[in-house]
């Protein structure tokens, strides 16, 4: 059985890297996780003065438990290269690449973090955000095996700028995406975090895309706003019922009195092998969650 993750990725927030006062201020929000950003975030003339702040502010640090990730640019744009170099200096937890799509792509970025003497702990993250990086997910995904490949960030604005489909409510025109990319994440044992929501003032509306989120298997979401993580915490949070019921079906496989036992009457339900499984996954998250709120 594959050991449970037990990193929380509920809420990973973009901070843009030409900001100071957002990186600052990202050290005391309770989000999971941020990206500094250098990509999308940043125009072109103020690509050089933020890759300088944001190498200088990780090197300081302060960001405490929170997973901290650099957004690069592209390693075939004027400033990929060196993005990469500072941000492999600065020591972050990991390196967002954009537009990743295919599996030569992974292996060049990860590559090129081993040529720059990247620690081993430091991750690659994908942006999955390309029509040629959906119909590869799965190849994509099979490159873990050999790179530092760790995550997958979906990029559902540039997937629906390049697919010309309209981002609606309940998102269907990315459903085959979504779920292709959690199946592949999910194979090869990858985090996969959901693609931002646009509409800041829409408390409703975004809650309901994280609900959403939640029920494709993500394990949590990127965000565009501070507002915006207290309700992506709890709603990617096991809540207490859920954690409590986890805590009695390991009970119960671990009774010696169960020993051998394929399947359970645990409060009343059925209870399967698999069950013990994804309890142990749901205690682990939870407990990891407990420890950065500590």
């Known amino acids: 059985m594959t050991a449970p993750q037990a990193r929380p990725r509920r809420s990973v927030l973009y901070m ?12 005391s ?8 950003d250098l990509e999308d975030a940043v125009a072109p003339d103020a690509k050089d003065e933020a890759r300088a702040a944001v190498a200088a502010i990780v090197k300081a640090g302060g960001y405490g438990k929170r997973e901290v990730i650099i957004r690069v640019n592209s390693l075939t744009s004027p400033w990929g290269p060196q993005d990469l170099e500072a941000a ?16 030569d792509e992974v292996l060049a970025a990860s590559e090129a973090m081993d040529a720059l003497g990247t620690t081993p702990a430091m991750s690659l993250w994908a942006m999955i955000e390309t029509p040629r990086a959906i119909l590869e997910i799965a190849s994509i ?14 990029g559902t604005n540039d997937l629906a700028k390049e697919t010309r489909a309209r981002q609606t409510t309940d ?9 292709a990319s959690v199946t592949a994440a999910r194979l090869y044992n990858l985090a996969v975090i959901d693609g931002v929501y646009n509409d800041i003032a829409n408390a409703e509306g975004f809650e309901a895309m994280c609900w959403q989120g939640l029920e494709f ?5 990127t965000l565009i706003h501070p507002s915006q993580i207290e309700t992506c915490n709890r709603v ?44 142990e996954q749901t205690v682990a998250i939870a407990d990891a969650i407990a420890s950065m709120s500590s």
């Open 236 to 279: 990617f949070a096991p809540d207490e019922a859920e954690v409590a019921h986890a805590r009695a079906v390991i009970a119960a496989f671990l009774d010696p009195a169960n020993a051998g036992k394929g399947v359970l009457k645990v409060d009343g339900k059925m209870t399967e092998l698999l069950h013990r499984d994804m309890a």
């Open 29 to 36: 929000l309770p989000t999971d996780a941020v990206i500094l």
């Open 16 to 27: 843009p890297g030409a900001n100071a006062k957002a990186l600052e201020k990202a050290k």
């Open 141 to 154: 995904a099979a490159s873990s095996t050999n790179t530092r490949l760790a995550a997958f960030v979906m």
């Open 171 to 179: 998102r269907a025109p990315f459903h085959f995406a979504l779920a």
């Open 217 to 221: 298997g993500f394990d949590g979401k």
């Open 88 to 103: 492999v200096d600065a020591g972050p937890d990991g390196i967002l690449f954009p537009k990743i799509s295919s599996a």
